[in-house]
């Protein structure tokens, strides 16, 4: 991760906490000072060649804040959106780890039935305010929100449940809930603790009532007809046309159930063969 970090963060971040305790964290990060495994300055670790952090992290901090206050700005256009159940800003944001070139990432909880029409409508509307992300480039968007994972309640949970995925939920912070959808989710991926770190982090936006309103008008077989035989056919051929351009490349998911793009999996990569706590994942057995 792009940033430095204190001590608290590494005891409040780690999926250890049940089993290691805050001083054997303290005696293990002194440790690896000792070794110039770690580097400390100002109360700020990074590791080994990553020193450049120390001198950016405040500037980071105070670049964090500016892109907050855009995010939230603009996300009160979600409040107006039909059959968006919640929104949760994940990535960049939400781990702190931002550059002037950062994007928005978002993950998007929509109605059982309607995820293709509320796809189209919340890629209108931001592209409409010129504040949606137009392609996969890296640092090519910034301040601009990335559409990459649209879920519904069939697929709020989903292995596998490494390391990465235990990372990413834990950081998602809600900017936008309608109803008990955001609930149901926590629930689900209750292995990952998802809104420990940053429940109170940002105020949220509430729903609208023309969002109660375009809901009820077109929450029947007028709304299935746009979903099944307008919305679907066209989001499928578009979107396999644009997957066949990207080679097939990352983890691409087309279905009425989930809607995921990511073509760039490095953090993942990196990450994904080191499995959660066993503490974690026997909860999750026992539950089922």
């Given at each position: ?40 300055k100002n109360g700020f670790l990074v590791i080994q060649n990553r020193d450049s952090l120390l001198e950016s992290r405040t500037k980071q ?87 990459n994972h649209i879920i519904t309640p069939i697929s709020y949970e989903k292995p596998p449940h490494n390391y990465y995925r235990y990372e ?121």
């Open positions: 991760m792009e940033r430095a970090v204190t001590p608290m963060e590494i005891v409040t971040r780690a999926p250890l906490l049940k089993q290691v305790s805050f001083t054997q964290i303290i005696e293990v990060i002194e440790s690896l000072t000792q070794q110039k495994l770690v580097f400390s901090d105070f670049l964090l804040d500016i892109k907050w206050k855009k995010l939230m700005k603009m996300a009160t256009w979600f409040r107006y959106i039909p059959f968006v159940d919640f929104v949760l800003v994940s990535g960049s944001m939400s781990f702190g780890a931002i550059r002037k070139s950062s994007d928005f990432d978002v993950v998007l909880g929509v109605r059982q039935g309607r995820i293709f029409t509320a796809r189209y409508l919340v890629s209108g509307l931001f592209s409409l305010f010129r504040a949606r992300r137009l392609d996969d480039f890296e640092a090519s968007s910034p301040d601009k929100f990335c559409f990413l939920y834990k950081h998602l912070i809600p900017i936008f809930i309608d109803g008990l959808s955001y609930e149901r989710f926590r629930e689900k991926n209750s292995w990952a603790e998802i809104g420990m770190l940053n429940s109170e982090m940002v105020p949220l936006h509430k729903p609208s009532k023309i969002k109660k309103i375009l809901e009820f008008l077109f929450g029947n077989t007028i709304g299935n007809y746009i979903e099944t035989h307008i919305a679907e056919p066209i989001a499928k051929k578009r979107l396999a046309s644009y997957i066949h351009q990207k080679h097939n490349a990352g983890r691409v998911v087309i279905h009425e159930y989930e809607l995921e793009f990511h073509f760039q999996l490095n953090y993942e990569s990196m990450f994904s063969n080191f499995r959660i706590p066993i503490f974690v994942t026997d909860t999750l057995n026992q539950e089922k």
